[in-house]
């Protein structure tokens, strides 16, 4: 039985938010809790590189993107000579792409179920985004599209450790992305205010570029079994509800944590025993101050 | 070579079988259980693969969800193939299942009013976010251990397998259920109707007048352990997972590459990590899916890795492509070719194109080796490929 690492690499850090897609502006909105209106700009979302490859692609697939091809550019050491096969992609998600699922649905509710367009079903499965990173970047590893409402990124991770502990892969992008379209935010709306929570809605994506514990990099992240949910350390709470808000918090964590250990503790599972999530997992990171802010 | 892990139960629900051992009749006999009527409302006339039988009774919310209740008629029958009935305290066990169709909000009705009125009774919303395919098996069996649920489009049960049993050998639990599931529903059979690949007649995979896919239901589960949980329950196992591979073909967001590149890779890392040669292959359980890319990339790479000696078929004629539990289900059919010592008639192929590298078997073929190989081809260029071993 193999043992598993129980820490790897951060080597580069792509994030595109309501606050911005450049780590240092994002930084430093944190710190000053600039407000949001909780959506990515559009600006944000066009790249001339990949511009004409991703036109038919809608912000769930875009946002992914451009902060997948940013951490990977990010990545310290660089990633160029490391063997396109031996790159592993995990993308997680709650909701996935449904605002192009809602349109597939409009061409069904205009047009019949025979004649919807084509481009919208093809772009509105969860992996459409994973397609075009994979396209773009000529990844030829192993790729997961990950769907969770709860401990999405924790899972991801475990994996990500499992592929560079067993030596299939050599880095792992591993991230969330989750898009604000009107349907969600509708629900959310009204499912947040039933229960008396607050909790504002935002969309976005961060990626990190993950290497073995020996490859040096910003920062050493880990996933660990915890019994004990002690400590939520929430650094970011005005994104997403759900799997990417953890990627969000691991973000603001890398970003605005002193050097040293901190911890993110998921607590969905005492939060919603009902979903019967009995093993909550616990994401230590640790800043080696290598952090180029 | 990677360590073998030992599958000690399979359980299988879909239009061939409403369980292992049905399933087993309609391959020996080669009946296909096909309808020409959906179970929903559409403009679409296609012929489908559908589950007639009784499925669990679920508790509350988990009621609302088909898919779910297709994954715990498979999960049931695999933990009890496995005589896990009841899980120990101190066990961990992990679940992690492919689907498509539980993972999107795709309640017609629900979108219809919300589009018309700007709002919407909430049920569909809160039924979907709570039959998440993996939290709701892990809550209704109690399991303590990692979970996830996989979203590749078609290879999401035989990723869901190569997920599970890395868990395992990184020791994050003792016992895992993998495979996939799905429903059949309306949104995806207009998706796939979309973008042409539907056929209105019953599928022939491989064959040259292949004209398309039909859809199915189903899912498919494997039960894989650790050696040590196994042997400490003193379980005798007779197949084990000895690879799995997968591998992206950065190619196009629908299409296959052409040549198979990503498939070769996925089943190359397969056959390394059980320490074998393609000829140690005895049959393969092809994705074939009858449409004209998927079929041409797949036979391209089985007849240039594996000649034309070993036998293979396609068994979405019996059971239709049930997308997100495909991978699992196949998987489950490679342990029973191998059980069984035989593989039915690939349904449905009656010529091959001239041009084809390889063709699957026409006729009951027996089964003669060790090893069998699933694959997995999907939306996005995901490839899979397991590869299993009987042992006793």
């Keep these: 039985m193999a043992s598993l690492s129980s820490s790897m690499s951060v080597l580069g850090i792509g994030a595109v938010t309501p606050i911005g897609r450049d780590t240092n502006a994002i930084a430093g909105a944190l710190r000053t809790a600039m407000p949001s209106n909780g959506r990515v700009h559009d600006e944000l979302l066009n790249d001339p590189p990949t511009a004409k490859r991703m036109r038919r692609a809608d912000r769930y697939s875009r946002m992914a993107t451009v902060a997948v091809i940013d951490a990977w550019n990010a990545a310290t050491p660089s990633c160029e000579n490391v063997p396109l096969e031996r790159v592993g992609l995990i993308v997680t998600t709650g909701f996935g792409p449904h605002g192009r699922g809602f349109k597939f649905l409009d061409g069904i509710l205009d047009f019949g179920d025979s004649s919807a367009l084509p481009t919208d079903f093809s772009h509105s499965v969860h992996g459409a985004a994973a397609a075009h990173i994979t396209e773009i970047l000529g990844l030829r590893g192993p790729a997961l599209n990950n769907a969770d409402f709860e401990q999405g990124v924790e899972h991801a991770l475990l994996m990500a450790q499992c592929w560079l502990a067993d030596g299939q892969c050599d880095r792992v992008l591993v991230g969330a992305v989750e898009e604000l379209g009107t349907v969600y935010e509708y629900a959310a709306n009204e499912l947040l205010n039933n229960s008396h929570k607050s909790a504002p809605l935002g969309e976005g994506a961060v990626f990190f570029t993950l290497g073995p514990p020996t490859e040096g990099g910003l920062a050493k992240i880990g996933v660990e079994p915890s019994s004990d949910a002690r400590s939520l350390t929430s650094f970011v709470s005005t994104f997403g509800l759900h799997a990417s808000s953890v990627a969000f918090d691991l973000l603001g964590g890398l970003l605005t944590a002193p050097v040293g250990v901190a911890h993110r503790v998921d607590t969905a599972a005492t939060a919603r025993p009902s979903c019967g999530a009995r093993s909550p997992w616990a994401i230590t990171f640790t800043r080696t101050g290598a952090m180029p802010l | ?118 709002h919407a009774p909430l049920d569909p919303v809160l039924n979907f976010i709570n039959t998440n395919l993996a939290q709701s098996v892990a809550a209704i069996i109690g399991a303590s251990g990692p979970r996830m649920t996989i979203v590749n489009a078609c290879s999401s049960g035989s990723d869901a397998i190569g997920v599970a049993a890395s868990w395992i050998r990184a020791g994050l639990c003792d016992v895992a259920i993998a495979g996939g599931a799905d429903e059949l529903h309306r949104v995806p059979l207009a998706g796939f109707w979309s973008l042409g690949v539907i056929s209105t007649a019953p599928c022939a995979p491989f064959d040259r007048d292949r004209a398309g896919l039909n859809l199915g239901e189903g899912a498919g589960i494997v039960i894989l352990e650790s050696t040590e949980h196994a042997a400490a329950r003193r379980c005798k196992h007779a197949f084990e997972l000895v690879g799995f591979g997968a591998a992206c073909d950065a ?21 390394s990590q059980g320490s074998i040669d393609p000829d140690r292959v005895a049959f393969i359980n092809a994705h074939g899916t009858a449409t004209q890319d998927n079929d041409r990339a797949e036979g391209t790479v089985i007849g240039r890795l594996f000649g034309r000696a070993t036998p293979f078929l396609s068994t979405k004629g019996f059971t239709g492509h049930t997308l997100g539990a495909a991978g699992g289900l196949e998987a489950v059919f490679a342990i029973m070719g191998l059980r069984d010592g035989f593989i039915p008639a690939s349904p449905g192929f009656a010529m091959a194109n001239d041009d084809a590298p390889a063709a699957p078997v026409r006729q009951r073929t027996s089964i003669v080796g060790e090893y069998a190989l699933s694959t997995s081809l999907a939306f996005g260029g995901n490839n899979a490929a397991v590869l299993v071993r009987r042992v006793a």
Excluded at chain 2, 27 to 36: D, E, S
Excluded at chain 2, 55 to 62: F, I, Q, S
Excluded at chain 2, 253 to 269: D, F, K, Y
């Design chain 2, 1 to 118: 070579m990677t360590t073998p892990l030992p599958i000690t139960g399979i359980g299988a629900i879909s239009a061939a079988g409403a369980d292992v051992a049905a399933t087993a009749r309609s391959f020996a006999t080669g009946m296909r259980n096909i309808a020409t009527s959906l179970p929903f409302v559409s403009s679409i006339n296609c012929p489908t693969f559908q589950v007639n039988a009784p499925l669990p009774e679920l508790d509350g919310r988990y009621s609302t969800s088909r898919t779910l209740r297709l994954a715990m008629a498979a999960v049931g029958e695999a933990l009890g193939d496995a005589k896990l009935v009841r899980f120990d305290s101190g066990t961990r066990v992990g679940v992690c299942l492919g689907t498509t169709v539980a993972c999107q909000l795709n309640s017609v009705p629900f979108y219809d009013a919300f589009r018309k009125h700007g």
């Design chain 2, 251 to 271: 190619h196009h967001l629908t299409a296959p590459h052409p040549e198979g590149r990503g498939l070769e890779s996925a089943v190359r890392v397969a056959l």
